[in-house]
Structure formats: C-alpha cells, structure tokens
C-alpha cells in the first residue's frame, strides 16, 4: 500500500516535497517507484521513476533539472523534490510502484500499486 503526501500550495518558483511511504510488508527495494501527474482535464503524465536496485532514475523532459527522485529505504519512503515550480506543474501527483523494472517505464499501464493523489498548485 502506498500513501502520498506533501502537495500544497506554492508561488511560481517555490519548492515542494512529496513523500511517497510504502506499508504493510512491501519493502520498496525491491520495487521500481514511480511519480505520474494529472494536470487538469489533461491525462496522466510521467514525471520521474527510481529503478529498484541499480539506483537509476528517469525523468520526463519537462521536470529533469528542477525535480529530483529518491528514496530512503529506512523509512521505506521515496521523495520527489520540485524545485523551481511553474504554473504547468499544476497537477494531482501520484506515486505508484511495481515489482520489477519496465522498459515501459513511463506508461501508467504497467504499474499496478497506486497511492492516492496530492494536489499540487502553483501560483503565479
């Protein structure tokens, strides 16, 4: 089961950070964590995924250099770090995880854990 947490509201050019905690039994070291984001009447759009075990990580066009992904496996929570927010990062963010790396990383379809959304607004 995986929770999400962290959106609020922030001004052009703010930061925010989203916490993605993994219960139950689910240890996510072994799983690939994903955050996707829904902007208003849009579809839902990866934004930045942590592969399990060899660390990489991948991130859409549009956010590489301002969002960061990672994870403590501590406390079984991955992070997502926006800094320099614009408008266009409006959106209802989601993470969501699966067992094992997919070469199809970026499609919604192939994952099957979702936490539910946190709303993330910015104001310009």
């Known amino acids: 089961q995986l929770q999400a947490s962290g959106g609020g509201l922030v001004q052009t050019g703010g930061s925010l950070s989203l916490s993605c905690v993994a219960s139950?039994?689910?240890?996510?070291?072994?799983?690939?964590v994903v955050w996707f984001r829904q902007p208003p009447g849009n579809d839902r759009e990866f934004v930045a995924a942590s592969r399990e075990s060899s660390g990489m990580k991948y991130y859409s066009d549009s956010v590489k250099g301002r969002f960061t992904i990672s994870r403590d496996t501590a406390k079984n929570t991955v992070y997502l770090q926006m800094n320099n927010l614009k408008a266009e990062d409006t959106a209802v963010y989601h993470c969501?995880?699966?067992?094992?790396?997919?070469?199809?990383?970026?499609?919604?379809?192939?994952?099957?854990?979702w936490g539910q959304g946190t709303q993330v607004t910015v104001s310009s």
């Open positions: 139950g039994r689910d240890d996510i070291r072994s799983y690939t």
């Open positions: 969501a995880a699966r067992r094992y790396f997919h070469l199809r990383y970026w499609s919604p379809d192939e994952y099957y854990y």
